[in-house]
């Protein structure tokens, strides 16, 4: 072959190579994950690594051969026989086992003991975060005080004979001379001062009209000199000299260190050219720079370390004393202004400094929930965890949409979607993530588009002051649930009537969200706490309580429990003409509010509301998850 014929080929070839690589990467990918998840011959001891939560065990399935094809590159793209990727043109590889499950119905992974070691997953109990601060790091830098900074101006005009001093960060102390300058108007008024003194000592014996005239005349001169800026007290020792001054002294007022020097020897200043700027670096500022997203969690009065680089042994303690109204709309921060004491002047302004705001939780929910920084799967506002079951004796890893607040350091609390206890992923959750996604399950990437309304994104934190004005509301809602129990009408209406009080009572001042979706929640609430109150037996009164309940599960969703203690979700089957129907109770008993004393324990809890924690909406909840009642529109009811 000759070198042209070569040229040729490698030109028509050339453009291809970056596919062939992508394809060859794309296959030895999809190869190491089939080889790793399931794809490869069962472990006879095993059974299979990975299987859909759907499906049956491993050991139903260890003889089937896969009927699924899939692309490793493409994971949505399932056949039923083998063949090309219709998008990449790949060879399509079997998803062998319980993996051949439609992906509608793919919810979770089980995992046997030797996938959880391939994968190396590390799992944590979701628990509150002991004591009441989180560290916040925060970068910024030394300022002076600007209350303390001061500037020295010449107090009368003239040109600068000496500057005393000299040097930039040189301490002075008030009343130090520190310049010297030549004024032709101090000069000439006291030669003038001068003169009416000498005609006042010489007209001393002559007629009194000529004396008060001398007389005026010198305090005529002493006022000329008091309006150019000379007190008194060097106004008393030009007095007593016999030649007029020609160099005036010029003291500051202050003490402290210069940090600018304006002057310069030989240059002509007018009246009240500042000379010197002057700072007191006893007391020093720390201006931090904090992003949208830690403003959130800092608060005037809070404690702050302080570290620099030139002093790496040392902490320096302060406390916040201003967080800045506005945002830089470049840098997207707002200053954090941090007051530290430097009584031996070892910090010295411009040093870089890092700072650990220790962010109070108070008044925003002490103790909240937390989760580790590694754990959360995010998909633009969403966040996905992994919880871990067991279910069947196999340990099932479920992906679970939850409403993060804002990072505390190592950790995230959780606003919404987790309970204390519960188990979850915290290392190696993208792992489970991929393989879901491979398999067509409802995996990070296949859930519902951030503009979509999901299943937290209405759930609303409010800071402790706000929540304890709804826990009247639930408390007299749990009393009308006590009385229908009771088959009590009497105290049912009279506690409906005590909640459409509260509900009236009641204004949500923050935050915005709380603001705008609180008028709804407390229409429904009034107008099934009215309906209920005009009941003529207790089968309109409960038929009235079930709308009610409805509303309470809004409020519970949106809100989340206000009260001290647990709250608990029952349902019964066989309520309200055997369609079911579900209240809420303190205790775990059943305490039937549909049926009374005919039926009272008929029914089954399915949800505890920890203080603080939202009610679960219907699809946030696995197959075993407690059925929530609905919402329903405002001031709509159910009959």
């Not at 670096?281 to 720390?286: C, E, F, M, P």
């Not at 939850?402 to 190592?410: D, T, Y």
Request: with cysteine; hydrophobic share 40%.
């Amino acid at each position: 072959m000759n070198q042209g014929t070569k040229n040729a080929l490698l030109s028509r070839f050339r453009p291809r190579l970056p596919v062939l690589v992508a394809l060859l990467v794309g296959g030895m990918l999809g190869a190491l994950v089939v080889a790793t998840f399931g794809g490869g011959q069962p472990d006879p001891h095993e059974g299979h690594a990975m299987e859909a939560a759907k499906g049956a065990p491993a050991s139903e399935h260890a003889g089937h051969e896969a009927q699924v094809w899939t692309c490793s590159m493409h994971p949505q793209i399932r056949q039923s026989e083998p063949g090309k990727c219709p998008i990449c043109g790949m060879d399509l590889i079997p998803v062998a086992g319980d993996d051949a499950t439609e992906g509608d119905g793919v919810t979770g992974l089980a995992l046997s003991k030797r996938a959880r070691a391939l994968a190396e997953l590390r799992t944590v109990v979701v628990k509150r975060q002991g004591g009441k601060t989180a560290e916040v790091r925060l970068l910024g830098r030394v300022e002076p005080d600007e209350t303390h900074l001061k500037v020295v101006t010449a107090w009368t005009g003239g040109r600068i004979d000496r500057l005393h001093v000299n040097v930039t960060g040189e301490r002075v102390r008030a009343g130090q001379v520190i310049a010297t300058l030549y004024s032709p108007e101090i000069f000439s008024a006291h030669q003038d001062l001068l003169v009416a003194k000498q005609q006042v000592l010489r007209l001393a014996q002559s007629a009194q009209a000529v004396r008060d005239a001398a007389q005026a005349a010198l305090q005529a001169a002493r006022q000329r000199l008091r309006l150019l800026g000379v007190p008194d007290d060097q106004l008393s020792r030009m007095e007593g000299q016999t030649e007029p001054t020609r160099a005036v002294a010029i003291r500051t007022p202050f003490a402290g260190t210069v940090v600018e020097r304006v002057a310069t020897e030989g240059a002509y200043v007018s009246t009240g050219a500042p000379l010197y700027r002057l700072a007191d670096l006893r007391t020093l500022w720390v201006q931090l720079d904090a992003y949208e997203s830690d403003l959130a969690l800092l608060s005037v009065g809070e404690a702050v370390r302080i570290h620099v680089e030139a002093l790496p042994d040392e902490v320096f303690e302060g406390k916040v004393s201003f967080i800045e109204p506005t945002l830089d709309a470049a840098r997207r921060t707002a200053k954090v202004r941090v007051e530290v004491r430097n009584p031996d002047r070892r910090l010295r302004p411009g040093m870089f400094a890092e700072a650990v705001v220790m962010a109070g939780t108070q008044g925003k929910g002490a103790s909240p929930l937390v989760v580790p920084a590694t754990a959360p799967l995010f998909t633009g506002r969403r966040a996905i965890v992994y919880v871990e079951r067991n279910v069947d004796g196999r340990t099932l890893y479920e992906p679970r949409i939850v409403r993060l607040g804002p990072r505390l350091g190592r950790v995230y609390p959780v606003v919404a979607g987790l309970s204390q206890g519960e188990r979850i992923v915290a290392r190696g959750a993208f792992v489970l993530d991929a393989d879901l996604q491979i398999r067509g399950g409802a995996s990070m990437m296949t859930a519902p588009d951030d503009r979509q309304e999901g299943a937290w994104d209405t759930a609303v934190e409010l800071p402790n002051a706000e929540r304890r004005k709804l826990e009247p509301l639930v408390s007299a809602y749990l009393h009308v649930q006590r009385a229908l129990a009771d088959d009590d009408l009497k105290h049912a209406k009279q506690a409906a009537g005590d909640l459409e009080k509260q509900v009236a009572g009641v204004k949500l001042s923050r935050p915005q969200a709380a603001v705008t979706a609180w008028p709804n929640v407390a229409q429904a609430l009034r107008g099934h706490a009215r309906h209920l109150q005009h009941a003529v037996d207790l089968e309109a009164a409960r038929h009235a309580f079930e709308g009610l309940s409805e509303a309470m599960a809004t409020l519970l969703l949106r809100f989340g429990n206000p009260l001290d203690e647990p709250v608990h979700l029952a349902f019964c089957p066989m309520a309200m003409g055997s369609e079911g129907a579900s209240w809420f109770q303190q205790g775990r008993e059943i305490d039937n509010a549909y049926f009374g004393e005919a039926m009272r324990s008929c029914g089954e809890v399915r949800q505890e509301l920890a203080p603080g924690a939202f009610l679960r909406p219907p699809e946030s909840q696995g197959d075993e998850a407690p059925r929530a009642p609905h919402a329903v529109p405002a001031g709509g009811h159910r009959h």
